[in-house]
């Protein structure tokens, strides 16, 4: 079945730590996004790839990372200079060029203690 | 001013009730919009692409007004597994980026 893998579900981490989320799909999508999502309110866009070793910056890029090394791998790195990072992590992909829907992972859920 | 906005509710209806969602885009260049579904503590999952002549499923009825710049979502007889946040969304090309409204939640109630 094709579709969006994020690992892990749910992470937990110290303050000052640095956490990596894994995004995989084998949709064969050129198109892959990060958005963050806090209770209550809508998602926001974090990062953005169109195409492999290239991505651009959304909306509320500060703190995070991203590569795109592969096609099907648009793994982000929170780090430690996200002031808030708790928050509900959500990637997604599309055809090139936004044609067509989105299609979401399940989520990965950062908690930080 | 944001991209989209939805009026975030909720909306509490009872079952076999009509209920209707509203958004608006301030983009005139958007180009493709959509209807999403989102349960607590899920993913957002597409519920219907939205047409320009309008589209239909089953219970679900969406509109797409680009001189207005709105777009509607009607649910006709709703069920108690209806009860979501609805998510508007509309996608402008030149920028490959899809922009969320806040979510409209709805509860149906017995």
């Known amino acids: 079945d094709g579709g969006i893998t994020q690992s892990p579900k749910y992470l937990f981490r110290k303050e000052g730590q640095n956490v990596t989320l894994s995004c995989e799909q084998n949709?064969?999508?050129?198109?892959m996004y990060w958005y963050r999502q806090d209770p209550g309110q809508g998602l926001r866009l974090i990062y953005y790839s169109q195409i492999v070793n290239d991505f651009q910056k959304g909306d509320i890029a500060e703190g995070y990372s991203v590569s795109r090394e592969k096609k099907e791998s648009f793994p982000l790195t929170v780090t430690s200079a996200q002031k808030n990072p708790t928050a509900f992590y959500l990637c997604?992909?599309?055809?090139?060029?936004?044609?067509?829907?989105?299609?979401f992972g399940e989520g990965s859920r950062l908690t930080v203690l | 001013r944001k991209e989209v906005e939805q009026d975030p509710g909720p909306f509490n209806v009872p079952e076999g009730a009509t209920v209707a969602f509203n958004c608006t885009y301030s983009n005139s260049a958007s180009q493709s919009f959509f209807w999403y579904r989102q349960d607590c503590r899920k993913e957002p999952k597409l519920l219907m692409s939205v047409y320009s002549s309008g589209n239909e499923d089953g219970r679900f009825t969406a509109q797409l007004n680009r001189a207005s710049q709105y777009i509607s979502l009607l649910i006709r007889d709703s069920k108690l597994s209806d009860s979501a946040t609805y998510l508007c969304?509309?996608?402008?090309?030149?920028?490959?980026?899809?922009?969320f409204g806040s979510g409209t939640k709805l509860n149906v109630k017995p």
């Open positions: 969304v509309v996608n402008i090309y030149n920028f490959n980026k899809f922009y």
């Open positions: 997604a992909s599309s055809e090139n060029r936004g044609v067509g829907e989105l299609f």
């Open positions: 949709l064969n999508h050129d198109a």
